[in-house]
């Protein structure tokens, strides 16, 4: 975790502020994490991948009818996991395009090992260039000379995007139509679970991060936390708590104290102010989106947008 960002939180537990600061979402995916996650995609209640594999196998034809055919497809999959939910697109670019190179990138090393496993199961031979880190330092500039002569396909799956602050996602979707502006035919893809409408109610919203394995989750980044922040909060004096926020459009997760503590910082042995009763540390905060919200994201970019029968699930795709 960047020191920055460390520093940040100590600082804010030092000055007693009560509603904390964001720990980076990344942290949930460190060590037995993605493995958390993938327990929580059988999960009955969690509707979110029911309704995301839902729209690829009603869209995933349409999704790919872009670029040039006559050339090679680049398909770039951030936080990859298994790589199981970009199957159906790299079997249709297969079928489009002259060429395809798939390009996973995740932080765990075990899910990009399984990711291999399961394109070469599927697409034998299939050119596969992975990294284990995260997409902010695999992605630089030069990353994309290698495959500028072919189309690119950048996909952010899994509403991960929802984690994101709304200052981070702008910033993180203007960062790929700069780079894609010298570009021809490339485009990212992303994701978004749809807020609450006369379609949608709050309560399953409400429901799917209510999960026993959503909570294990949480704990889980409790001690990310503690482990990569070299701090001691006490997880026998949290409880766990969410709720729906209205002006946010998001499901927000917190542990909160339950009663006042002190808590030290490992590398000074220094210990912080005393925190009270009733302190918040947010865990996450999925925002969900409209489709207004996803134009006004990108107002400069062409922006195409499918979605489930029941307004449950969109997927947009921006380019420059």
């Known amino acids: ?51 995301e ?22 398909i770039v999959d951030l936080g990859s996991g298994s790589g199981k939910k970009t199957l159906p697109f790299l079997k249709e670019a297969l079928e489009r395009f002259e060429g395809v190179y798939y390009v996973p990138i995740d932080t765990a090393q075990s899910a990009i090992d ?16 992975s990294y284990t880190d995260s997409w902010e330092i695999c992605m630089k500039n030069d990353f994309y000379n290698r495959f500028r002569d072919t189309n690119i396909t950048v996909f952010l799956l899994g509403s991960t995007i929802g984690n994101f602050s709304e200052s981070d996602s702008l910033a993180f979707i203007s960062k790929f139509m700069n780079i894609f502006s010298s570009m021809e035919n490339s485009r990212l893809v992303i994701m978004f679970d749809s807020a609450p409408s006369e379609h949608k109610p709050v309560k399953v919203i409400e429901d799917a991060y209510n999960s026993e394995a959503m909570e ?18 006490p997880l026998d004096k949290l409880k766990r708590c969410s709720e729906f ?37 947010q865990t996450e905060i999925s925002r969900k989106y409209s489709q207004e919200d996803i134009f006004m994201i990108q107002k400069n970019a062409k922006t195409k947008i499918w979605m489930t029968p029941d307004y449950y699930y969109m997927c947009a795709a921006f380019q420059p």
């Open 1 to 51: 975790m960047e020191n920055i960002e460390a520093e940040k939180l100590r600082q804010q537990l030092a000055d007693e502020v009560e509603n904390l600061w964001i720990p980076s979402p990344k942290l949930k995916y460190y060590e037995a994490g993605s493995e958390l996650l993938e327990v929580i995609l059988s999960d009955e209640k969690y509707y979110l991948a029911r309704k």
């Open 53 to 74: 594999q839902e729209l690829i196998d009603l869209h995933y034809k349409s999704i790919m009818d872009f670029g040039d055919y006559s050339s090679k497809h680049t």
């Open 114 to 129: 399984l990711c291999h496993k399961n394109v070469e199961k599927e697409f034998p031979g299939l050119p596969v260039i």
């Open 216 to 233: 294990n989750i949480d704990w889980h980044m409790i001690k990310m936390i503690d482990k990569y922040l070299e701090i001691d909060i």
């Open 245 to 281: 926020d209205y002006s946010e459009k998001a499901l927000v997760r917190w542990m909160e104290l339950t009663e006042d503590c002190t808590i030290s910082y490992t590398p000074e042995n220094k210990k912080l102010k005393l925190l009270r009763k009733g302190t918040r540390i």
